[in-house]
């Protein structure tokens, strides 16, 4: 289902919002949540936008113009290169909210392991590091000023949950699920005095644009390997399943329902620990057994296996997969 950079932002405001939200959390519009059709049909095309011409273009445009005025070394195209080198152009006043707190008077953004990490400049300590899956919205501020009552709250299901955060502000907002639960919110503004006098406005517009792209792609790797349902748990838009009747939803999720450590499978490739049963193989399906969501990760794991061995093709992979997902 092909997709573009518009569906990814907001109509009113034009902030970022993950594919499943079903306002945006900066002004509260409604949009066309996309969590029915990942759970129908996981691959969106979200991951496709990464390596579309028209985006690619606008990339190496934006790069090349920013890397003449900051006399950056690179003018790459490909979006993640891009979005470092943009990013890179400025130092940062930082502050984070919410279950994670960090502060910092001289920070930068840098995109690594699949992470977005905020560092200080002398010691490249991490002040904090996010998972590109786990970005729930970002928007640049608004010509009349910051915003510092955004992303107060995000809709789900017709759900709205609000959250108590304190006021923040900046250039740029970022809202993610943190790992030990709750809702955390960034804020990077420009440093006075700093390289950062030196760029135009719109750099903050142009980092929002581009880790809105990355971050709806890595979500989208992220609910097809682990499915739509547990990535919205993830996320805390919904509730966790129970996990002591069989059936039950279950999958690479932390015992106590929290996210995975920051590198730990956050790409959503390879690390969801899903597979399929062999066939044949001993013990499995058989009475005695594991029944419910413990057998489905089994033949996952399994799946998993046969095709790293070359033992399935990627068809017979896809398909199986499905089968087995089914049962849920």
């Given amino acids: 289902m092909p997709v573009d950079l518009a569906s990814l932002s907001c109509p009113s405001c034009g902030s970022y919002a993950h594919p499943f939200l079903e306002a945006c959390p900066a002004c509260g519009v409604a949009r066309s949540s996309r969590f029915d059709d990942a759970m129908a ?60 707190a960090a502060a910092s008077e001289r920070g930068r953004l840098d995109l690594v392991d699949e992470s977005v990490a905020i560092r200080e400049m002398s010691s490249s300590r991490d002040l904090l590091r996010v998972p590109f899956a786990m970005i729930l ?26 959250e108590t955060t304190q006021p923040i502000d900046g250039n740029f907002v970022m809202a993610f699920a943190a790992e030990n639960g709750g809702l955390g919110r960034l804020a990077l503004a420009n440093q006075r005095g700093l390289l950062a006098a030196k760029a135009r406005p719109d750099h903050f517009a142009i980092v929002a644009r581009w880790l809105g792209v990355i971050a709806a792609a890595a979500a989208e790797a992220r609910w097809t390997a682990v499915g739509a349902r547990l990535h919205a748990v993830e996320l805390g838009l919904a509730a966790a399943p129970p996990t002591d009747t069989p059936g039950d939803d279950a999958g690479p999720a932390a015992p106590d329902g929290g996210l995975r450590e920051p590198g730990a499978g956050e790409s959503g490739r390879g ?7 062999g066939r044949g193989e001993p013990g499995r399906g058989e009475p005695g057994a594991p029944s419910g969501a413990a057998s489905v990760k089994e033949a996952l794991q399994v799946l998993e296996e046969l095709r790293a061995a070359g033992l399935v093709s990627d068809a017979e992979y896809a398909m199986k997969r499905s089968e087995i997902l089914d049962r849920l």
């Fill in 271 to 277: 690390e969801s620990g899903r597979g399929e049963p």
């Fill in 41 to 100: 049909r996981p691959d969106q095309g979200f991951g496709a936008l990464l390596e579309d011409p028209h985006i690619t273009r606008q990339v190496r445009e934006v790069v090349l113009r920013y890397s003449l005025r900051l006399n950056s070394a690179s003018t790459a195209a490909e979006i993640h290169a891009g979005l470092a080198t943009v990013a890179g152009s400025l130092q940062y006043r930082v502050r984070a909210t919410g279950p994670v």
């Fill in 137 to 162: 919205a970002a928007a640049h501020a608004q010509e009349d000023g910051p915003r510092p009552g955004a992303w107060a709250g995000l809709a789900f299901r017709g759900t709205v949950e609000a």
